[in-house]
C-alpha cells in the first residue's frame, strides 16, 4: 500500500549529491542524477552503514566505508563487497516538494 512521505524540498538535494532524510522511520537516501531526484534505503547492504556518507559517482552511490557501489535509482548491486541490492523506492515531486513512497 502506497505511502507517501514529503522527505524534503528540491534545493535540498543538488545535482550530483547524496542527501540522507528519515520517511516516517525509514532511513533514505535522495540522490539527484543529472536533475533527477532517486531515493535508496540509507543502508549498505554489506554491513549497514549509511549510503548517505558516501557520494554519488555518475549514476552510481559509492559507500564510503569500503567502496561498494550500487545503482542510485535502482539500488542494484554494481561492486563487492556488498553482494545484495539495496531497497529503492518511488519518488514524486509536488510543488517543489520532495516525496517517496516508503509503503
Ligand atoms: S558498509 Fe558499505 S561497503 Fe561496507
Known amino acids: 500500500m502506497p505511502h507517501w512521505v514529503k522527505v524534503a ?3 535540498e538535494c543538488p545535482v ?3 542527501k540522507g532524510v ?3 522511520g525509514v532511513p533514505v537516501v535522495l540522490a ?3 536533475g ?3 531515493a535508496l534505503r540509507d543502508q549498505c547492504s554489506h554491513e549497514d552503514y549509511p549510503l548517505s556518507d558516501g557520494e554519488l559517482e555518475g549514476n552510481d552511490v ?3 566505508y569500503h567502496g561498494a557501489r550500487f545503482d542510485a ?3 542494484a548491486r554494481k561492486t563487492l563487497p556488498a553482494i545484495r541490492p539495496v531497497q529503492s523506492f518511488p519518488v514524486e515531486i ?3 516538494e520532495i516525496y517517496v513512497d516508503v509503503g
Open 94 to 96: 509536488r510543488d517543489g
Open 32 to 34: 539527484n542524477v543529472e
Open 9 to 11: 524540498v528540491e534545493g
Open 22 to 24: 528519515m520517511a516516517d
Open 16 to 18: 550530483g549529491m547524496l
Open 73 to 75: 535509482c535502482s539500488g
Open 62 to 64: 559509492v559507500c564510503l
Open 36 to 38: 533527477s531526484i532517486c
